[in-house]
């Protein structure tokens, strides 16, 4: 019974989270990379780098893995433009482009070689108590699987719907909601219990 | 509802990166392109493949120049004095007279 209401709030919640469809306002500048022009390359950079490198981060742990996915993306957005060409929701694409990315880097990489210790967010005021805060979620976040950490940043700080996160990650639309809620919780947990 | 991530950003691309994606980019934009022959022979696995198939090609082209020898003789048909009546749509029972002399 208690299982039923708990799916019940799950689905409701999967329901009426609202179609947060982002208004792609890429559209201009994507025809221009589609048709081929360089110079439309910058542009796209400054539209995407950050949700990219922020995604990558979040997913792979490492500002160095992260910078390599960015460029990857945008070699790969270079050497093959019409990709584009078409493309309903490009801030979408070029994030599952950069998803794909971020998990064959991590696939490659050494396991003996550790993830630096960056962090993963920032305080959005100046002052030091905040940024003591930043240093202790980020270490929080490092101890959440990569899957969950990527759905956290993707649902909560990119304003991607669960339906698009899932595209994104190319799960279920109900795993993508797991991945941030059970990410979520134990964020929670850690962070309640360290306080 | 406060969650455990309100009052946070996510952290920002170096600045330096912007420069280096970009000349990579464009640097990967104005190389040549590679013909698919090149793509195919890149492959390890495909090089495999193609050798195997050209090995396969070779040794069938082998075989069929080999020379096959003579034909096997085929012994002549058993000739004896017998003479079998042409299908007449009678029974063996009543050609029997018919077949009578040549048994």
């Known amino acids: 019974m208690a299982d039923a209401r708990v799916l019940d709030v799950w689905i409701l919640a999967l329901a009426t989270e609202g179609e947060r469809v982002r208004a792609d306002d890429l559209g201009p500048i994507v025809e221009r990379v589609a048709c081929g022009e360089p110079d439309a390359l910058g542009p796209l950079y400054d539209a995407l780098a950050p949700e990219i490198f922020a995604a990558a981060l979040w997913r792979t742990g490492s500002r160095a893995d992260a910078a390599d996915v960015v460029q990857d993306v945008f070699v790969k957005i270079a050497t093959a433009p019409a990709l584009l060409k078409g493309v309903r929701h490009p801030r979408r694409y070029v994030l599952t482009i950069a998803h794909r990315a971020a998990i064959d880097r991590k696939r490659g990489a050494r396991p003996d070689v550790s993830i630096d210790q960056a962090l993963l967010l920032h305080a959005s005021g100046g002052d030091a108590g905040r940024a003591v805060d930043a240093a202790r979620a980020t270490a929080a976040l490092r101890e959440l699987p990569a899957a969950q950490r990527e759905a956290i940043y993707l649902h909560h700080f990119a304003g991607y719907s669960f339906r698009d996160v899932a595209r994104i990650t190319r799960v279920p639309t109900f795993t993508a909601a797991s991945r941030y809620r059970l990410g979520i919780a134990r964020l929670r947990a850690i962070l309640g219990g360290s306080r | ?103």
């Open chain 2, 1 to 103: 509802m406060s969650g455990p991530l309100d009052g946070f950003r996510p952290a920002s691309p170096p600045p330096e990166l912007r420069n280096r994606v970009l000349a990579a980019a464009r640097e990967a934009a104005e190389a040549p392109v590679p013909g698919l022959l090149e793509l195919l022979l890149a492959d390890r696995a495909l090089r495999i493949c193609f050798g195997a198939v050209g090995l396969l090609l070779i040794a069938q082209l082998l075989v069929d120049r080999a020379p096959h020898g003579a034909a096997p003789a085929i012994a002549p048909a058993a000739q004896d004095e017998a003479v079998i009546p042409s299908e007449t749509g009678f029974t063996a029972a009543e050609q029997i007279d018919e077949l009578e002399p040549a048994l």
